[in-house]
């Protein structure tokens, strides 16, 4: 199954520096090329061998780690998702709420060069690592890019000393933007629906998912400029 994924983005909003062609623009269902396809997860074919996940969820103001000042409760930024592990994939799939969402000025976010800042867009940052050993960690994000404008996975650490950078494998997916960009009368968006499948070999040995790990969930806001910066955090066990 190709990657697919279905993004609509109105025409009076502004783009940030990061939007293909300098400016919003509808973006049709694209196939991937044949060699892309080749590797590209089917979501569900892969989701069927999942038997456990283990929920995550940020809405409270005790998990905002970086300028809790700027929260302003869970419509601005908030987020539950289940992670799981099958034989052959990374399974995840959730929804998160933000009320200015896809706010993306770079390419490569986690470059940002601000004070103290670990991610410098909007983002949703995962981190599996082996509790026992410091030097079996894996860190990926799911960058939905600017404007939802061609989302993708980036890793941005891993023990198989392969270089960080966006994934040819694997699968992200959101719905239509368009309902997530538009405000109803209270100022709230709507609920951002995503999904997502890695296969395991693109991101450590096999042997780090089968024993305990523990899961870290970072989600990254950024409403406008640095200094609207916050970020929300939890940590659940795998044994």
Known sequence: MALMVFLCVGNALRADEATPSGGPKTVAVEEASDATAATVL???AVSQDLSVAYPLKLDNF???LQNS????GPQDASLQCDIGFTPESVIIRGEFQDDHPFT???VHPAMADWWKITYGADGIDFTLDDP???A???RFVLNFGSRAVNPRIELLKTPLGTKAGFLETGFLQISDARPFLEKDSSGATSPIQFKAAIPLTSLADRRLFNGPLRITVRLHDVDG???SYLM???????K
């Open 42 to 44: 089917d979501f569900d």
């Open 62 to 64: 005790s998990q905002v």
């Open 69 to 72: 000042y700027n929260w302003q």
């Open 104 to 106: 993306q000025t770079m």
């Open 132 to 134: 026992t050993s410091s």
């Open 136 to 138: 079996q960690q894996v």
């Open 225 to 227: 400029d640095k200094s």
């Open 232 to 238: 929300m955090m939890q940590t659940v066990e795998k």
